[in-house]
């Protein structure tokens, strides 16, 4: 049985400008400042940065893990606080996600807050999920 403040292992992804080429295909989002340097410093951001949705997908496919499949997402959502700036290096830049059971409720379900950082910074906010589980 799942308990408040239960956490679950930090999962780390690795992002690299391909990442971000095969993201835009799939989303049908091909704004330049996701593979611009150019771009990107035009509009005033730091480098070329990763698409908010897939920082937020990150996030879910780690609670997805340690959650199970039989797990549904009832609700979940965050706010974009800093950019994840992607080099254009092989090595890319990592993506770190991590969590804890913040409330077990009367009727099962499981509210998770998680943390999602590039290196020390928090990338998103408030990034919070509540999961049911089928009876």
């Known amino acids: 049985m799942t308990a408040a403040g239960d956490t679950f292992p930090t999962r780390t992804f690795r992002l690299t400008r391909a990442d971000l080429v095969r993201y835009a ?14 771009t990107a410093a035009l509009v005033g ?26 797990a549904v997402f009832a609700e979940y959502g965050t706010r974009f606080t800093r950019p994840v700036v992607v080099p254009d290096t092989a090595d890319g830049v990592e993506i770190t996600v991590d969590g804890a059971v913040a409330e077990v409720r009367e009727d099962g379900s499981v509210r998770v ?23």
């Open 25 to 38: 295909a799939a989303s049908g989002d091909h704004n330049p400042i996701h593979w611009s340097d150019s």
């Open 113 to 135: 807050d998680l943390t999602v950082r590039q290196g020390t910074q928090k990338v998103l906010a408030r990034t919070r999920a509540v999961l049911t589980y089928a009876r």
């Open 45 to 70: 951001l730091p480098g070329v940065i990763a698409h908010g949705m897939l920082s937020m997908g990150l996030a879910a496919t780690a609670l997805r893990g340690w959650a199970g499949e039989e």
